[in-house]
C-alpha cells in the first residue's frame, strides 16, 4: 500500500491484486406492436414508447442485472433473526459488514416492497403509536416534511419486486460494480413498417433493446 515517504527517500511500490473473469455481454430486447395511425403523432407516439415500451425494458434490465449481482461469487451474505424478518439493525450491520471488508462505504439498498412496507409502518412502542419514519401527514413525530419512501439510514433505497421478499442488497455501487453498455448511450429503438401483417391491420412495430453487461469489480463491496 502506498505509505510515508521522506524527502529524498523512494516512493514504494504497491500493486492491485485482482482476479479477472469475462463478463458476456447480454442484449435485453423486446417488441409491441403500435397503431400506424400513432406515426402521424409524434409526441403521442413517443408518450407511448416511454411510458410502455422502454418502461417494460428498464423493468427487465433490472431484473438482469440483480439476478446477475446476487448470482456472482464472493459477494458477502448473512442471515439475522429478528422475528424471521430483516431489520432495520440488519440492514446496519450490513452497511458496516461492507466497511469492514473492503473499507468502502455502502451508498445503496435495494429492497422488495413487502419488507420496505414492514419497516416503512413500523412505530415505537411508547403508546403513542408514533411512526418512526413519519405519519401520512408528517414526518417522524411531528417534525419536518413527510417523504412517501424515505431512504434506510440515509442511503439511496431502491424499492422493487427485482428482489425477492426477505432478501435486502446492501452495497457500495458506486465503487463496487459497473453496467457497461456496448452503444454507450442506452436503449436503441427502433420503428418497423415494411412488414407485410403489419401493413394489413393498420400497425407499426416497435423495437427496444439494449446490450449490456454487469461487471461486478469488488464483490466484497456487496
Known amino acids: 500500500a502506498p505509505g510515508s515517504v521522506n524527502e529524498a527517500a523512494a516512493k514504494p511500490q504497491f500493486h492491485i ?14 417488441w ?7 406515426l402521424e403523432d409524434n409526441a403521442f407516439l413517443k408518450s407511448a414508447i416511454d411510458n410502455r415500451g422502454l418502461f417494460e425494458l428498464d423493468a427487465a434490465i433490472e431484473n438482469y442485472l440483480m439476478t446477475t449481482l446476487l448470482a456472482t461469487s464472493g459477494i458477502g451474505a448473512a442471515t439475522y ?4 424478518n430483516c ?33 416503512r409502518l413500523a412505530k415505537d412502542n411508547s403508546g403513542a403509536g408514533q411512526y418512526y419514519g413519519g405519519g401520512y401527514f408528517y414526518g417522524p413525530y411531528g417534525n419536518g416534511q413527510l417523504s412517501s419512501q424515505p431512504g434506510l439510514w440515509g442511503l439511496n433505497t431502491i424499492v422493487t419486486s427485482s428482489i425477492t421478499a426477505g432478501t435486502v442488497l446492501v452495497g457500495a455501487f458506486k465503487q463496487g460494480a459497473s453496467v457497461i453498455t456496448k452503444q454507450g448511450g442506452g436503449a436503441r429503438i427502433e420503428i418497423v413498417t415494411g ?9 407499426v412495430t416497435v423495437v427496444v433493446e439494449e446490450r449490456l453487461g454487469l461487471a461486478t469489480r469488488i464483490p466484497s463491496a456487496f
Not at 409491441?32 to 400513432?38: I, R
Open 81 to 84: 433473526a429478528h422475528g424471521g
Open 17 to 30: 491484486v485482482e482476479s479477472s473473469a469475462t463478463v458476456t455481454l447480454q442484449k435485453i430486447a423486446g
Open 87 to 119: 431489520s432495520a439493525d440488519d440492514i446496519f450491520k450490513a452497511m458496516m459488514t461492507i466497511k469492514s471488508a473492503s473499507n468502502l462505504n455502502a451508498d445503496a439498498i435495494v429492497i422488495n416492497p413487502a419488507d420496505y412496507q414492514r419497516l
Open 195 to 203: 412488414d407485410h401483417d403489419d401493413a394489413i391491420y393498420n400497425r
Open 32 to 38: 409491441f406492436y403500435e397503431t400506424d395511425e400513432l
